[in-house]
């Protein structure tokens, strides 16, 4: 198993005026392609923190992220923006969908950013609507949505462009069980039928055991069980 | 209560920009309407003051017209009224001219006597020598003057003057002002009125008369009693504020309508910032009302709130108008020596302020109804319900009030033409307003599908952006109000412009003259004259009454049948102009067959020197000459019915150089008081004059393009603040930062692009509206669209968004994705 990300002696520290938080203190981690890693913890642990310097979307104090054998803390915005777009998918607990763009476009946005041509996309666009339950909501907007539905189009979103990561922040978070299960189900799917790697953050136990591997943060370090 | 007011003073405090742009905008509002209402009174004084050169400060004339034998008079006759009259003044007044190194000076040569000077126009000496006994050639001339030219008290200036070389002795020098302003065109100076008199054979008499009234009421009996005594002389009044007014009312009336534009901005700013405002403070209001406020409190508190903006931009409006008034003032007062005072009543204030006030209140108003009918609980859970997405009726209305501007007018009757008019563009422009959603989308579909080719990608994202996006359609709206307001001002100032210049695209000749005493003779003199190739002689008879039909003609023109149509550019058939010769027969223009709704055939009475005169209605032709307020007849009945002996004016075909004609002319015809200038001469006068307007009005659309980018800019933060967390998300998806700032350009452009164009549509469609409502006032009215003009407004509209949007695309590179995200 070749590892996808890598974290060497991670440290975050963010600064409130003269105050100055240590979130994360030294963090040493490994994820091999096509796991599914669970990251739990109490609140204010420091998980999301872990998971947006993971994905790029900041800056660790010191430390190094290495995402399929490169060091993304020395690449350049465009560099990180092309990572972000064909290598990683985020999946949020509040979906942050566009809401005055369509199911189609939101779940599109990725392939309009890398500069392809929509057409190209359509069937692949058929197939993972079809994945995630929502071929007859595509021209709906974010708003005429239940949450578990935003949810399966953010996880379409993170899809369309075949990313061999996916990064969740609590994707059951705001649903109820019933739907938060289904949402599980098909991450566990994606996982094991095309392969990606998924690293989720999660409170909930029943959401974890999904995953093959559980990572507990806990005062900014890793307590690996 | 306490606590809300704290809460809103902190909103107000937090959101400083938001309160600078609705305290501009309802501060501008009031300045501009101050200033325009004060500009009438004060540009009426400037002149008032700039004509005291001439006239003093004298209440009425008597002066010899062409009719009269003589050009001199005895002052006896008037005196017999001197228990009525303050004083008379006479006074011989003559040109002259000086050469000075090799330049020719032109003088006013003005003969008075001292004492009556002093009386008629005071003045202040700076210096004297052997100015008394006030006699022989003596001159006073203005200080300044003397500074320029380098005159010296004591010097002597040898004047060509009345046909001969004269050498007049500098005996005292005065302040620049009264009888010695300088007025731009000629130099003034006094010498003795003797002296005049004695070269032009006229001793004890005078060419002119000065009156001024102890009682001005009584001026209209007297006037009668003076034409009684005095009755082959003109008796006339000096120039009144009445017709001053009259006389700045072109300027006046294009602020006003400068004023409405920006007035129409301020609403539409003031009412979005409120609409933003009443929705940041709905989850306070909620919870205001949610532990007891009533919906009067919360309301109560807002509308305290817009009556505070209105009432501290009121205040500041009125010191900005001060300074607006006098630097309008300034602007317009291009002749030299204009002595600025401002002129305003404690009234005017009182009205900019409360106007403030008003605008402000009646702006925010709706929105703050609005909110104070949402139900606490839909507030509380935030489940209000979103207004549906499409308004099709606004569609709909927008496009029958347009089409009522549009096919309307011709049916309207013309006494309500006006009224009715202003009513009908109003219309438009709402009906314009309400369009605007639509036409955006249009074009939105039409750009989204350029866009994929022109910028890629992110031009579809952009054109996906900008559909339904509140803030854009917020802009363009702005846009396209502020840009077809300025579009229609300064396309009919254009016109009018244009239409003056075109005025001697007519004349067929190059030298336009007046001579005293101008008969067939002078006509055969002339001609023998070098350059002079023909001399046409006209009379011609200024606002006579129509007795039978209740109105006037300008202008009427006793026509030579041979000559007129040789000398003027007119559309008119030789054989119906020759048998204006028949009998008392008109032409009429056809803007004037409308005007006075007559047909061929038809009799109009008019009332003429020799009594009422009927002539009969031949025919009609087109002509926009003198706003097409004028009318012709033959030459013979002009000469009977107005008892006319001598020329009104002379018009001179010349094929050689006309200024070089003119001067000759100027010279030989020098004892006659010539008044000759050549039609180049004119049109650059007019074209002078025009210059200085122009650059009021450049000024003013300046003012509204900065109103417009605060407006635009405003839109902008408030829309990049709600889409923070859109973008955090497209960033997240893998959007880089450049990509961030094309969209950013992107949407700019195009909602500039389309504030541009719809801007100028509107701006078409108001124009081709007006010139069917300015029939009513100007008579008809050419339109002269100027292509440089629509596109320079599209030019600016991209450039007003694009320039507001720097700012917040700055702002999207340095985002903190993270906690954009985050935050719900
Ligand atoms: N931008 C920031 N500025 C200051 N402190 C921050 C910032 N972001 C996070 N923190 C702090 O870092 C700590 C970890 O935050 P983080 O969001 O990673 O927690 P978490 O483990 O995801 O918690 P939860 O389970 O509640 O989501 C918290 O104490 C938080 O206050
Ligand atoms: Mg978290």
């Not at chain 1, 996982?191 to 999660?202: H, L, S, Y």
């Amino acid at each position: 198993m070749s590892p996808i990300i890598e974290t060497i002696q991670l440290y975050k520290t963010f600064k409130m005026g003269e105050i100055e938080v240590e979130v994360l203190k030294g963090i040493d981690l490994t994820i091999n392609a096509g796991e599914f890693v669970s990251i739990m913890g109490p609140s204010g642990s420091g998980k999301s923190t872990l998971l947006y310097l993971m994905g790029g979307l900041d800056k660790p104090t010191t430390g190094q992220v290495w995402i399929k054998g490169r060091n993304i803390a020395v690449m350049k915005d465009k560099e990180i923006s092309i990572l972000r777009r064909r290598t990683l998918g985020f999946v949020f607990q509040f979906y942050n969908l566009i809401p005055n763009l369509n199911v189609e476009d939101n779940i599109m946005l990725p392939v309009l950013l890398d500069g392809k041509r929509l057409k190209s996309y359509r069937r692949k666009l058929e197939a993972i609507l079809e994945t995630v339950g929502l071929a007859d909501r595509r021209r709906h907007t974010p708003r005429e949505l239940s949450g578990g539905q935003q949810q399966r189009v953010a996880i379409a979103r993170a899809l369309i462009n075949e990313p061999d990561i996916i990064l969740a922040d609590e994707p059951t978070g705001n649903l109820d069980t019933k739907t938060g299960t289904g949402i599980m189900e098909l991450l566990q799917k994606i996982n094991q039928e095309q392969g990606k790697t998924i690293v989720q953050v999660t409170h909930s136990r029943e959401a974890a055991a999904y995953s093959q591997r559980i990572i507990n943060l806990r005062d900014g370090k890793v307590w690996e069980q | 209560m306490r606590i809300i007011i704290k809460f809103i003073l902190k909103n107000v405090w937090e959101k400083k920009l938001r309160t600078l742009l609705i305290l501009a905008s309802v501060m501008l509002s009031s300045a501009l309407y101050f200033a325009t209402e004060a500009l009438s009174d004060t540009a009426a004084d400037m002149f008032l003051e700039r004509f005291r050169v001439y006239y003093g400060t004298a209440d009425l004339l008597i002066y010899p017209t062409r009719e009269s034998p003589s050009s001199f008079f005895y002052r006896n006759r008037a005196e017999q009224f001197g228990d009525e009259l303050e004083y008379i003044v006479g006074s011989i007044e003559t040109s002259a001219t000086l050469s000075h190194h090799g330049e020719t000076l032109r003088l006013s040569v003005n003969g008075f006597t001292l004492p009556e000077l002093e009386k008629l126009n005071p003045f202040f000496l700076t210096g004297e020598d052997k100015l008394l006994p006030f006699r022989g050639k003596k001159l006073i001339i203005s200080k300044k003057t003397a500074a320029d030219y380098g005159f010296k008290l004591g010097d002597y200036l040898e004047l060509d003057l009345l046909g001969a070389k004269r050498k007049f002795y500098i005996a005292a020098l005065a302040e620049p002002v009264g009888p010695f302003q300088d007025d731009g065109q000629n130099i003034n100076v006094v010498v003795p009125l003797d002296t005049l008199a004695t070269i032009l054979n006229a001793r004890g008499r005078v060419a002119i008369l000065y009156l001024k009234l102890k009682d001005p009421a009584r001026k209209g009996e007297l006037m009668e009693k003076l034409r009684a005594a005095y009755p082959r002389y003109q008796v006339a009044e000096t120039i009144t504020i009445q017709e001053l007014k009259e006389y700045t009312r072109t300027l006046t009336t294009t602020f006003q309508l400068m004023g409405t534009v920006v007035l129409f901005m301020a609403v539409y700013i003031i009412n979005t910032s409120f609409k933003v405002i009443t929705r940041e403070r709905l989850p306070m209001i909620g919870t205001f009302r949610s532990i007891g406020a009533t919906r009067k409190m919360t309301s109560f508190v807002l509308i305290a709130e817009s009556i505070t903006y209105g009432a501290i931009g009121g205040l500041l409006g009125c010191g900005l108008g001060f300074i607006l008034l006098y630097l309008i003032t300034l602007q317009i007062a291009s002749f030299p020596g204009a002595t600025i005072t401002l002129r305003y009543t404690p009234a005017q204030l009182g009205q900019a302020f409360l106007l403030a006030v008003l605008i402000s209140l009646v702006s925010s108003l709706l929105p703050i109804l609005k909110i104070a009918k949402i139900p606490v609980k839909e507030i509380i859970f935030n489940t209000i319900s979103k207004p549906t997405r499409r308004k099709r009726w606004k569609t709909v209305l927008g496009l029958i009030l347009i089409a009522g501007a549009v096919f309307l007018p011709p049916y309207i009757p013309f006494p309500l033409l006006l009224p009715v008019g202003m009513l009908l563009i109003f219309a438009s422009i709402i009906g314009c307003i309400l369009l605007i959603p639509g036409l955006t989308n249009l074009f939105l579909t039409v750009f989204a599908r350029v866009y994929r080719y022109l910028f890629g990608n992110e031009g579809i994202l952009a054109a996906k952006n900008l559909r339904g996006n509140k803030g854009i359609l917020n802009n363009i709206s702005l846009l396209a109000i502020g840009i077809s307001s300025l579009l229609m001002i300064n396309t009919i100032s254009f016109s009018v412009a244009t239409e003056v210049t075109n005025f001697y695209r007519n004349c067929n000749f190059q030298i336009w003259g007046w001579v005293w005493q101008a008969d067939r003779n002078l006509e055969a003199i002339l001609r023998k004259i070098e350059g002079v190739e023909a001399v046409y002689g006209i009379y011609s008879a200024n606002y006579l009454e129509i007795t039978n039909r209740k109105d006037r003609i300008n202008l009427i023109h006793g026509v030579n049948k041979y000559k007129h149509l040789d000398f003027w550019e007119l559309d008119i058939d030789p054989e119906l102009l020759a048998e204006l010769d028949t009998g008392r027969k008109i032409l009429l223009t056809n803007t004037l067959r409308e005007r006075l709704q007559v047909q061929k055939g038809d009799l109009l009475t008019l009332k003429m020197s020799r009594g009422e005169r009927t002539y009969q209605i031949i025919g009609f032709y087109d002509s926009l000459m003198w706003n097409g307020n004028f009318a012709l007849i033959a030459e013979k009945y002009m000469k009977m019915d107005m008892g006319k002996q001598y020329y009104d004016d002379l018009f001179i075909k010349t094929n050689l150089d006309p200024d070089l004609v003119s001067a000759t002319l100027k010279k030989r015809l020098e004892r006659r008081y010539p008044s000759i200038n050549t039609i180049a001469d004119f049109e650059a006068s007019d074209r002078e004059n025009n210059a200085s307007f122009f650059r009021v009005m450049r000024g003013f659309s300046l003012l509204a393009l900065v109103i417009g980018i605060f407006g635009v800019f405003n839109n902008l933060i408030i829309s990049f603040l709600e889409r923070q967390r859109a973008l955090a998300v497209l960033r997240s998806v893998g959007m880089s930062k450049n990509q961030a700032l094309k969209m950013f350009l992107i949407e700019a452009l195009t909602g500039g692009l389309i504030g541009g164009i719809v801007g100028a549509l509107c701006g078409y469609l108001l124009i081709s509206i007006s010139p069917m409502i300015l029939k009513a006032v100007a008579g008809k009215f050419p339109i002269h669209q100027s292509l440089s003009l629509y596109l320079s407004s599209i030019l600016a509209g991209i450039l007003i968004t694009v320039t507001a949007s720097t700012s917040p695309a700055l702002k999207s590179s340095k985002l903190d994705i993270v906690s954009a995200i985050k935050y719900e």
